[in-house]
């Protein structure tokens, strides 16, 4: 088979085909930095660095694709969230001291401008110059910081949103979350125009470890669905992350109409596969702790074989399930991307399609 560009790869996946090797894009935007010789923490303020540290990474290692984030914080920030820096690690939002202390107060904070407001337009300038350099190539996904959802909890502090689902009247919340979500609307439109190949929302609150499914679809999935529908287009995917055990709302994530789902390692990749559209691409989901950080060369090996034989390599990005630490080693980095190019050929994955379907008969 041709060889196929890192982008051709993920398109040829995006319409349900069969490419020359499955795409691996690890979330690798802390590691990256790490091993330019850099903290996240230190430049985090820098597109200049991050992008330089990005391209080098993929260059050095092979993969498909950057993911551009820096922190969960930035977008809470240009909406007026005090945040907490760290040196050695991704900025932080001070929830103790949240900005909303009544989520009456959302009118009186100004949907920030992407290109104006605190650090957005510095994602913006980094994703910029890396689509510049291998968008025509390679993935560049934009990611818009937080979901609605996420938004909101980080704007009023988790704790005390929690309360407000259960106290505050409703109508209360769902005019605090459209209000979130315009504002994330705002930044993965300008991801795009920026030159981003796709954008993403990191939604991890909604996750069934924190609250509990029916909570998810009263509250995270409808605007998600919203911001699927004024960003996703033809040509640029949208994708939707929701760390830690998404084995109970999978089924909902696959019906936001986002064409990629990046999941955590513990989401059952095999039932997740049956139940959400043949058309939804899963990312994911080598668990970014053991094997890639605690384990050695041989687990990562074998944690990509057991993601690929799992889905039949059907519908599949190889990544981790969730940001690679700054201090995994550069052999597990190697690791992964050998693996996925191991057991993600053209004639593997047509070779587990084809026993699947002859198993279903």
Not at 2 to 21: F, N
Not at 137 to 150: T, W
Not at 151 to 158: E, K, M, N, Q
Not at 291 to 316: F, R
Request: proline share 4%; net charge negative.
């Amino acid at each position: 088979m041709k060889e196929m560009t890192s982008l051709e790869r993920v398109q040829a996946v995006l319409r349900g085909e069969i490419p020359d090797y499955l795409p691996v894009i690890p979330q690798s935007f802390m590691f990256a930095m790490s091993d330019g010789g850099y903290s996240i923490g230190k430049v985090n303020r820098s597109p200049a660095i991050m992008a330089e540290c990005h391209l080098e990474c993929r260059e050095k290692y092979g993969y498909d694709g950057c993911v551009i984030d820096v922190d969960d914080s930035t977008l809470a920030e240009a909406c007026g969230a005090k945040v907490i820096y760290r040196d050695d690690n991704v900025a932080v939002v001070k929830e103790s001291e949240p900005v909303l202390t009544d989520l009456r107060q959302i009118d009186d904070l100004k949907i920030p401008d992407p290109k104006k407001d605190g650090r957005l337009s510095e994602w913006l300038e980094t994703t910029s110059r890396i689509a510049e350099k291998i968008g025509k190539e390679a993935v560049v996904m934009g990611r818009a910081d937080q979901g609605p959802f996420n938004l909101l909890c980080l704007l009023r502090g988790t704790q005390d949103f929690m309360l407000d689902l259960l106290e505050e009247d409703e109508e209360v919340i769902l005019h605090a979350l459209e209000w979130a979500t315009e504002a994330h609307v705002a930044f993965a439109k300008a991801q795009l125009e920026a030159g981003a190949t796709m954008t993403s929302m990191g939604d991890a609150y909604a996750s069934p470890n924190l609250v509990s499914p029916d909570i998810y679809r009263r509250y995270a999935k409808p605007y998600e669905e919203k911001v699927v529908e004024q960003v996703q287009t033809a040509e640029k995917a949208y994708s939707i992350h929701i760390c830690g055990d998404t084995n109970k709302i999978i089924e909902d994530m696959g019906q936001t109409g986002a064409r990629i789902l990046e999941v955590d390692w513990k989401l059952d990749m095999g039932k997740a596969r049956r139940v959400i559209p043949e058309n939804v691409v899963l990312m994911g989901n080598v668990n970014p702790s053991d094997p890639l950080y605690l384990g050695g060369p041989e687990e990562v090996d074998q944690a990509v074989k057991d993601v690929v034989e799992a889905v039949c390599g059907k519908g599949l990005i190889i990544s981790s399930g969730c940001a690679i630490g700054a201090n995994t080693s550069p052999e597990n980095m190697k690791a992964l991307i050998t693996a996925a190019r191991k057991y993600g050929t053209h004639e593997n994955v047509s070779q587990l399609q084809g026993k699947r379907k002859k198993e279903e008969k």
